[in-house]
C-alpha cells in the first residue's frame, strides 16, 4: 500500500519568503501525487498534481512542485509568500486504477506579517 | 454549480444519539467519498462510492458506523449510537470519474462534537 509522510507539522515563514514544504511518499509501483490546501474552516482544494509527463508541475496560486523519483518525494515550492497563503497544505498519494487517496497528517503554514 | 453541499455544518449531540450527516455531490460525478479529520490522525478514507454502489468501506471505523447512497445526487453517514471519540470533521468528497487521479471536489465539512 502507498503511504505519504509530511515530516514539518507546522512551518512559519515571512511574508515574501520563500518556501518549500516536505513530502516523501512510499509505494512499490507507479502512484499519482497531489497537494491539497484547506484554509481555515473549508474543505480542501486541489493545488495541483503530478500524473506523468514533466516532473516540474504548476498549480494554482503561484505553487509548485516536483517529483523526484529517486528520492521518492513531492515537494511543494512558493518563491513569494503572503498572508493569503496561511493554510493547512496536504500531500496526497494515489495509484492508477486505486480511488483511494491517502493523505499525508498535513503542514501549517503561517505567515508572519 | 455550487460544489458539494453538506449538512448540517455544525452538529452536537450526546452520547448514545444517532446522527446523520448529510452530502450532496456535484452533478454528473460518478465517485463519492466520505472522510474523517482529526487531530490526532488527519484525514481518514472511510468509505467511497462509484456509481452510488459502496467500493471499499475498509475505513470504517466499526458497525457503529454506515454510509448509503440512494441515489445519484445523495448520500447519507450515520452513527448510531455516538460516542465522544467520534468527534471530528467529516468531509464529503465527490470526484468526475472513477479513479483520484481526478480531482476531488470537498465540500465544506460537519463539524461533530459528541458530548
Known amino acids: 500500500a502507498q503511504s505519504v509522510t509530511q515530516l514539518d507539522s507546522q512551518v512559519p515563514v515571512f511574508e515574501e519568503a520563500p518556501v518549500e514544504l516536505r513530502c516523501n511518499y512510499s509505494?512499490?509501483?507507479?502512484?499519482?501525487l497531489f497537494w491539497y490546501v484547506q484554509y481555515p474552516n473549508q474543505g480542501l482544494q486541489l493545488l495541483l498534481k503530478y500524473l506523468s509527463g514533466s516532473t516540474l508541475v504548476k498549480g494554482i496560486n503561484g505553487f509548485e512542485a516536483e517529483f523526484n523519483k529517486s528520492q521518492t518525494s513531492f515537494h511543494l515550492r512558493k518563491p513569494s509568500v503572503h498572508i493569503s497563503d496561511t493554510a493547512e497544505y496536504f500531500c496526497a498519494v494515489t495509484k492508477f486504477g486505486n480511488e483511494k487517496l491517502t493523505f499525508g497528517t498535513g503542514t501549517r503554514l503561517t505567515i508572519i506579517p | 454549480d455550487a460544489g458539494v453541499i453538506q449538512s448540517p455544518r455544525h452538529e452536537v449531540t450526546e452520547m448514545g444519539q444517532e446522527v446523520t450527516l448529510r452530502c450532496k455531490p456535484i452533478?454528473?460525478?460518478?465517485?463519492l467519498f466520505w472522510y474523517r479529520q482529526t487531530m490526532m490522525r488527519g484525514l481518514e478514507l472511510l468509505i467511497y462510492f462509484n456509481n452510488n454502489v459502496p467500493i471499499d468501506d475498509s475505513g470504517m471505523p466499526e458497525d457503529r458506523f454506515s454510509a448509503k447512497m440512494p441515489n445519484a445526487s445523495f448520500s447519507t453517514l450515520k452513527i448510531q449510537p455516538s460516542e465522544p471519540r467520534d468527534s471530528a470533521v467529516y468531509f464529503c468528497?465527490?470526484?468526475?470519474?472513477?479513479?483520484?487521479?481526478?480531482?476531488?471536489?470537498f465540500g465544506s465539512g460537519t463539524q461533530l462534537s459528541v458530548l
Open positions: 468528497a465527490s470526484s468526475p470519474g472513477t479513479a483520484t487521479n481526478e480531482k476531488l471536489f
Open positions: 509505494s512499490s509501483v507507479s502512484v499519482y
Open positions: 452533478s454528473g460525478h460518478n465517485s
